[in-house]
């Protein structure tokens, strides 16, 4: 890339200096992981659905997939159906059963740490969670068995921090910020 060539600066209308998630929504912009909703809009505080989530993975895995995924509710039209396709193969996504994914779905703080971790794992087989119940958040019996050390791992690494008064809300929507940030928090962590 030529050293002259100017590097267009994306940025949002509703993405504001003092907000806690603009560097992170920066970052995954230039890094071509996230794009606006049009009209210069990042949506920051709209809930992010479990097919964008892992068409932002799948992004940053730079994966080239072919294929199409079985799930009989993932239209084959979709844009993020290679990227479906990609995460099953790896199984970073297991569905929800009956051959479902539902894409469209509101993903949920707990299944985000679950894909971030599995994920990881993908690029380093090794990861495990540490035993010691790091976990201290207040609602923490709230936590699906499937996702306790996905948020083990998520939260040592400081990937995911939790709401403020040490509360998880695992069953919450994520929010296109939050999911952000997260996805940049791994990026950075796995270059190191």
């Known amino acids: 890339k030529k050293e002259d060539e100017k590097v267009e600066v994306v940025t949002y209308d509703d993405v504001k200096s003092g907000d806690w998630f603009k560097a992170y929504v920066d970052k995954a912009t230039e890094m071509k992981l996230v794009n606006g909703v049009g009209n210069k809009?990042?949506?920051?505080?709209?809930?992010i659905t479990r097919g964008m989530l892992v068409e932002i993975l799948y992004r940053y895995s730079g994966a080239e997939e072919k294929s199409l995924t079985?799930?009989?509710d993932v239209s084959k039209d979709a844009y993020y159906a290679q990227a479906i396709s990609w995460a099953a193969k790896n199984e970073i996504v297991k569905g929800v059963g009956d051959n479902k994914f539902e894409p469209d779905r509101n993903i949920t703080r707990e299944e985000l740490a679950t894909l971030i971790y599995?994920?990881?794992?993908?690029q380093d087989k090794d990861l495990k969670a540490t035993e010691k119940a790091s976990v201290d958040y207040v609602d923490k019996n709230e936590i699906s068995e499937f996702a306790m050390e996905a948020i083990i791992w998520c939260t040592e690494n400081k990937i995911v921090e939790g709401r403020g008064d040490k509360v998880m809300a695992p069953k919450a929507n994520t929010t296109r910020a939050e999911a952000t940030t997260m996805v940049v928090r791994l990026a950075e962590m796995l270059k190191k």
């Open 118 to 122: 599995r994920f990881a794992k993908l």
């Open 41 to 47: 809009q990042f949506a920051p505080n709209d809930n």
């Open 70 to 72: 079985t799930f009989e």
